[in-house]
């Protein structure tokens, strides 16, 4: 059995001199490493982990793996992932080696989100899927179970475990 983290990055400041260059407040920060110490007690520890090329995504992963212990080093910083759309990122994912048993996956809404509701099964958590029903915030997370090849993953192939804002 695998596990699927998908998050979506905390909190950005409004305004840079591009939008990629969007930098974390410092209610992201805090918030992304809420949700980061909310993963390690699940004890979730990824083996790899596919982030967007932008600033704030890279410091969520940061503040993330902070939270939760995990090292650093194991993120791919992806450029692709910051415009994806679900089918991008879903082609991204299928991507990743079999031998990883556990992903995290942080980027931007509308795709992230959207990316979340599409792999649901229906079958997890009912009270994580009502939470995940009413939207996904920034910092918000996302935890599946898959049964099967990463190659495969495809729509409603994977069950919610847990669903979390993070808030710190």
Not at 56 to 66: C, G, I, L, S
């Amino acid at each position: 059995m695998r596990t699927l983290v998908i998050m979506r990055h905390a909190k950005a400041e409004a305004s840079a001199p591009s939008d990629i260059e969007r930098q974390l407040t410092d209610r992201g920060h805090a918030d992304a490493e809420e949700a980061g110490a909310w993963l390690g007690q699940l004890q979730v520890t990824p083996e790899d982990a596919l982030v967007s090329g932008a600033a704030r995504t890279a410091e969520t992963w940061e503040d993330v793996a902070t939270g939760a212990g995990w090292e650093l080093e194991i993120a791919q910083y992806v450029d692709a992932l910051y415009s994806a759309g679900t089918d991008t990122a879903l082609d991204l994912i299928r991507e990743t080696d079999d031998g990883i048993d556990t992903l995290v996956v942080i980027g931007h809404n509308p795709t992230i989100g959207l990316l979340a509701q599409l792999l649901d099964d229906g079958d997890g958590d009912e009270e994580a899927g009502n939470g995940m029903a009413a939207g996904f915030p920034t910092s918000a997370v996302a935890v599946f179970s898959y049964d099967g090849d990463w190659n495969e993953l495809e729509e409603a192939s994977a069950t919610l475990v847990a669903f979390h804002v993070g808030r710190g």
